[in-house]
């Protein structure tokens, strides 16, 4: 019996490993399908979201998401927020050490806001475990400001170098450094790591000092503008807040920026892993605001998110 007992025990099936997992999902509905691993989330921020499956606005395939917020908090609500936010399920979050590559399609409907807002379309965090002190930002998110899109890379605070205000530029940097966003008092820094066509130093002014904490390598494309239509993103996340970190975005199937050193956070009581999160998020405000997103997809291996094969070396 023991030896029985023991092959029975050989032979059951070994369940994956979260990171190993591939996901994904067309966005064509009725619902979400059961191989991309996603959800909605219900809270009070989420209310104010819509959530639709529709067909008439798609980038390929039968039909797209959109995903609409509308006022809940009141404008002038301090700390509350505004959200129609997919979510990865639980228990399919990638280990925070590890890499995996997303990849999503968004496309801004009219009108595209304009206005100096708090505006997040996906964003990557830590999982902070009960009792953890802090408010920790996404360690990766792309993001929307006076109507242009732009992308921050966030760690624990770091004294900077010594080094003239970037205003927002990276050339007024220097090579090897990047524009910053100081916040000692939360232990954290966001760093500005790309942006569309169009970007001014006025649009980037509050990341006014330079870290060589965290590197950028430009390759020469920008993000795409907000009003160009359907974005395809291929993005690979690997936090490393003790200088190890690597990040990969492409936009359109062209390398954006690599970024590499201290990205995300070690606090106390943060959790073991990362997850994603993507549909439009605001800070209270009076207006509606819709989003569309198809063509979701997840997997440690680049060329499942990349669909042209340009991967690069990691």
Not at 209 to 231: E, M, R, Y
Not at 241 to 268: L, Q
Request: charged fraction near 20%.
């Amino acid at each position: 019996m023991a030896t029985f007992a023991a092959t029975l025990l050989l032979a059951a099936p070994v369940a994956a490993e979260p990171g190993s997992v591939t996901l994904h999902d067309s966005l064509d509905g009725p619902d979400f399908a059961e191989s991309g691993g996603l959800y909605y989330r219900e809270n009070y921020e989420q209310s104010a979201g819509k959530v639709e499956f529709q067909s008439e606005i798609k980038r390929s395939g039968e039909g797209a998401l959109k995903l609409s917020i509308k006022p809940l908090c009141g404008a002038a609500s301090d700390g509350c927020s505004e959200r129609a936010e997919i979510w990865e399920k639980t228990e399919l979050r990638v280990p925070y050490n590890e890499g995996v590559w997303y990849g999503f399609a968004v496309k801004f409907a009219d009108p595209i806001p304009q206005d100096d807002h708090r505006y997040l379309i996906a964003q990557w965090k830590r999982e902070i475990d009960a009792g953890a002190e802090g408010d920790f930002s996404p360690f990766l998110a792309i993001r929307l400001r006076n109507g242009k899109l732009f992308a921050t890379v966030e760690t624990n605070y770091i004294k900077p170098m010594v080094q003239p205000a970037s205003n927002g530029s990276a050339g007024a940097c220097g090579s090897g450094s990047t524009p910053v966003w100081l916040r000692p008092e939360t232990n954290q820094m966001r760093a500005l790591v790309a942006t569309q066509a169009g970007w001014t130093a006025q649009d980037g002014a509050i990341y006014a000092a330079c870290t060589d904490a965290i590197q950028v390598i430009d390759h020469g494309n920008k993000l795409p503008t907000a009003d160009s239509g359907w974005i395809d993103f291929a993005i690979y996340t690997k936090p490393g807040p003790d200088g190890s970190g690597h990040i990969e975005i492409f936009a359109n199937g062209k390398p954006v920026v690599t970024v590499k050193g201290h990205i995300g956070h070690a606090d106390k009581g943060l959790g073991e892993n990362q997850y994603f999160k993507f549909g439009p998020y605001r800070a209270a405000h009076t207006t509606e605001w819709t989003l569309y997103y198809d063509d979701f997809r997840r997997s440690p291996n680049c060329a499942d998110v990349l669909a042209d094969g340009n991967c690069p070396a990691l």
